[in-house]
Every structure is written in C-alpha cells, then in structure tokens.
C-alpha cells in the first residue's frame, strides 16, 4: 500500500536506551541483577541494555524479523537518550571498555551501534540513528537525524554521511501552535514553547554554513509528532495539518523564492482539499502568529 504510494516505511527500534519494556519482558539483557517494571510514564530511563553477545543475538533475531516484515533500505535504530549510569557501575561493561581499548561509555556506546549496523548492512539494510550516536565516533554506514538543532547534522555533513534535519525547535509538531498555548489549546508538549506555522514553512534544511559539496549530504528535512499528549486522532490530524503543508513547502522551495503570504493565500485553497478528505486539520493557520 506504502509503496503503491510512493512511501517508504522505516520502521525504528531504540537501542540501547529506551530499552525499560524489553528489559521487563528479558531482564538478562540488563547490566543489573534486577527484576525490571515496565514504565508507567515517559520519559529518559537509565535501564538500558548491556552489550554482551547475549543482547547481540537477541537483537539480531528481532532485527531479522523486523527485515522480513519492512522491505525498505533503512532500519532506523534510535541510539537517543542514552544515561549511562548503568554501564558506569557495571563491572562487566568496564572490563569491556578496558578490553577493547576504549576510552569511556559514550565509545562504548558507539562500539553498540557500530555491532548493529555492521549486522544490518550484511543483509542489504542501512542504519539511521539521532544525532547522539555521533558522541562516540560515528558508525561507518549511518545517516544521521539531527533534533538537538543543526549541530550534529552539520557535523555529520561535514563526514560525508546523510543527513535528515529536524530539530525540535523548527519541526517537533507536538508542540504548541499558538502564543497561547495551553490557555487556548489543548495539554501540548513544551510547556508555553510554540512552534507557528510560518516558524516551519522559513525553516531552511541546509545549514548555511555548509559548502555546496557539503550540502549534498543533506537529504531532507522530517516534521516528527510524538505522541504522549495526543489522545485521538483528531488531535494527530490538528496538529500535523496544515502543518505538513509548510513543510512540505519548505523542502523543495529556496530562500529566495520562499513568500509566506503568498503559501497562505494558496493554503486557503489547500485546505479545502483537506476538509474533502476529512481531514481535521487547524485553523490556527489563519492567525498572524
């Protein structure tokens, strides 16, 4: 269906953070002797797995049952929010640092990536992972997401590996639309933070700073909606239309040519396109800010 539409599904499992459900269900997988809860809230957990061949294999099967199901090119594997209190108290991962040769948790992080992806490319797949995994030194093959700004997007640019940009502060559409926020919307991610309409169709996916050689390496940008404040569907339409519009605007559209009243007086037209298709999208669009 995905394909038919020119849609490539990427499908993505968090490693080695973001990990507390897993370890639940496998506790052996963790540094610690510990019987571990599944979370009942979100956020930045500092059970993550442990990298001994145990955790290799069993990451390696749910990743090949994961390629049987996804045909596309990349397995996004997270890499993001990774605390590593865990590995610092762990006898085990220190005697592994210490064994190969390396100099702290951040490169033993980046020797995990590096296990994952040397497995995936072996079957024809390539990794995609947030820009911390490059705090280690970057795996030979990945293409990197930038959300912490543009920094390690530009950083991983200037390595020649792929880059898409989306920072938080331009494309996070889970935030707040308005000024307002939660006095006129409904409970939003970032507290009083708002990202407005114009904010997302300015955004530039090409760092400045960048050669044009450099530039090639920038693939596009992404709008992400994380969902912990989104209870319904409605809500998952509101906040990604007209959104998406800008976006989409801003991907293939250059400076010079970009003209925010003149993509308003078209989106006029747009939306009712939307509003045939049922799409519940805002009307905060229509705001001057």
């Known amino acids: ?21 897993l370890l639940a269900a496998y506790p052996q997988l963790g540094c610690i002797d510990s ?8 956020g930045v957990h500092k059970d993550i797995l442990c990298p001994k061949e145990e955790t290799f294999a069993f990451l390696e099967d749910v990743f090949t049952e994961l390629m049987d199901i996804f045909p596309g090119k990349y397995i996004h594997i997270g890499g993001d929010e990774v605390p590593k209190d865990r590995w610092k108290a762990s006898p085990f991962c220190q005697a592994l640092i210490k064994k190969l040769g390396l100099k702290d948790e951040h490169e033993l992080q980046s ?11 072996s079957k024809g797949r390539a990794i995609i992972g947030w820009d ?7 795996a030979p093959n990945a293409t990197i997401m930038s959300w912490h700004g543009e ?29 307002q926020g939660k006095a006129a919307e409904p409970l939003s991610n970032g507290n009083n933070f708002y990202i407005p309409l114009q904010k997302i169709y300015d955004y530039n996916p090409i760092p400045s700073v960048l050669t044009p050689d450099e530039s090639k390496y920038i693939l596009g940008p992404q709008g992400c909606l994380w969902t912990e404040y989104v209870a ?16 989409a605007e801003a991907a293939w559209t250059s400076l010079p040519k970009k003209n925010y009243t003149d993509f308003v007086n078209r989106l006029n037209s ?5 509003r045939r298709m049922n799409i519940r999208f805002s009307e905060y669009y229509r705001l001057t800010n």
């Open 151 to 179: 920094n390690g997007g530009i950083a991983a640019a200037k390595e020649k590996h792929p880059v898409i940009m989306t920072p938080s502060a331009f494309l996070y559409f889970n935030f707040y639309q308005t000024k």
């Open 270 to 274: 747009n939306v009712e396109h939307l």
């Open 111 to 121: 020797y995990f990536i590096r296990r994952i992806e040397k497995f995936l490319n």
């Open 132 to 138: 911390e995994i490059l705090e280690g030194g970057i």
């Open 1 to 21: 269906y995905a394909r038919q539409r020119f849609i490539t599904i990427i499908p993505e499992i968090d490693i080695p953070g973001h990990s507390q459900a």
């Open 35 to 42: 019987s571990y809860q599944v979370s009942r809230q979100w």
């Open 232 to 247: 319904s569907e409605e809500r998952a339409e509101n906040l990604t239309f007209p959104r998406v519009c800008a976006l």
